[in-house]
């Protein structure tokens, strides 16, 4: 279970990384200088304004005619035929996403990229929590779908890709580092294009590092 993301990198100087790639960023206008991009691998601790939490606001990165562009919007999506009868969902399996027609529309216009320091969820140990951050001074990009309509309604919301062993339902997220993010947001991505980007450009185990927490409430948090 996912219960928190460290978001100190905004997405606007998301995009002065992404502009800064040079060809790799090719076809896409950012609006944006050039600018170097770090975060601290340090997992604590994390000012409360940085800690977005189910239900709160996040920023994030997508692709609009040709431009990238930031949007703001709450992690937890309510899909309307899910109103009143579900939680907003905060994260979703990408085989699902992918193969499923009843999330079509979303799929083709609501991919978006949330640049993180890392995250916190439920360890094995049900009183505490692990934190994942990046091994390198580099931001990590996780992939994850958004409604974000022009006139705010109460389905509007952001969750989270998974992917993994399908059969023993192990995911994780589906995160990227630099300009190997962008092709998710690539309009024309399908399943096939999806499950090999998983498996080639998504950020491995050894790129990353684990801390367990040493309480399950969040610095910052409620």
Same mark, same amino acid.
């Given at each position: 279970?996912?219960?928190?993301?460290?978001?100190?990198?905004?997405?606007?100087?998301?995009?002065?990384?992404?502009?800064?790639?040079?060809?790799?960023?090719?076809?896409?206008?950012?609006?944006?200088?050039?600018?170097?991009?770090?975060?601290?691998?340090?997992?604590?601790?994390?000012?409360?304004?940085?800690?977005?939490?189910?239900?709160?606001?996040?920023?994030?990165?997508?692709?609009?005619?040709?431009?990238?562009?930031?949007?703001?919007?709450?992690?937890?999506?309510?899909?309307?035929?899910?109103?009143?009868?579900?939680?907003?969902?905060?994260?979703?399996?990408?085989?699902?996403?992918?193969?499923?027609?009843?999330? $079509?529309?979303?799929?083709?216009?609501?991919?978006?990229?949330?640049?993180?320091?890392?995250?916190?969820?439920?360890?094995?140990?049900?009183?505490?929590?692990?934190?994942?951050?990046?091994?390198?001074?580099?931001?990590?990009?996780?992939?994850?779908?958004?409604?974000?309509?022009?006139?705010?309604?109460?389905? $509007?919301?952001?969750?989270?890709?998974?992917?993994? $062993?399908?059969?023993?339902?192990?995911?994780?997220?589906?995160?990227?580092?630099?300009?190997?993010?962008?092709?998710?947001?690539?309009?024309?991505? $399908?399943?096939?294009?999806?499950?090999?980007?998983?498996?080639?450009?998504?950020?491995?185990?050894?790129?990353?590092?684990?801390?367990?927490?040493?309480?399950?409430?969040?610095?910052?948090?409620?």
């Amino acid at each position: 279970m996912y219960e928190c993301l460290v978001q100190q990198v905004s997405s606007k100087d998301s995009l002065a990384f992404f502009a800064q790639r040079g060809s790799h960023g090719a076809g896409f206008n950012t609006n944006a200088a050039s600018a170097g991009l770090c975060v601290t691998a340090n997992p604590k601790p994390h000012a409360q304004q940085s800690l977005i939490k189910p239900n709160m606001q996040v920023s994030a990165i997508r692709r609009r005619g040709g431009h990238l562009e930031c949007i703001k919007v709450r992690w937890g999506w309510s899909p309307i035929w899910s109103v009143g009868t579900m939680p907003p969902m905060t994260h979703l399996p990408l085989h699902l996403v992918m193969r499923s027609k009843v999330f $079509d529309r979303i799929k083709r216009e609501g991919r978006v990229l949330v640049a993180v320091d890392g995250w916190y969820e439920s360890a094995e140990t049900a009183q505490r929590l692990s934190y994942t951050t990046s091994r390198q001074r580099s931001p990590i990009f996780l992939a994850a779908l958004a409604q974000a309509s022009e006139t705010p309604n109460g389905c $509007d919301g952001l969750t989270l890709v998974t992917y993994g $062993d399908i059969t023993n339902k192990q995911q994780r997220l589906l995160a990227f580092t630099g300009e190997e993010a962008l092709r998710w947001l690539r309009p024309d991505l $399908d399943w096939e294009q999806a499950q090999q980007i998983a498996a080639s450009a998504a950020v491995a185990e050894p790129q990353l590092e684990r801390v367990l927490a040493t309480q399950r409430r969040v610095q910052g948090g409620h």
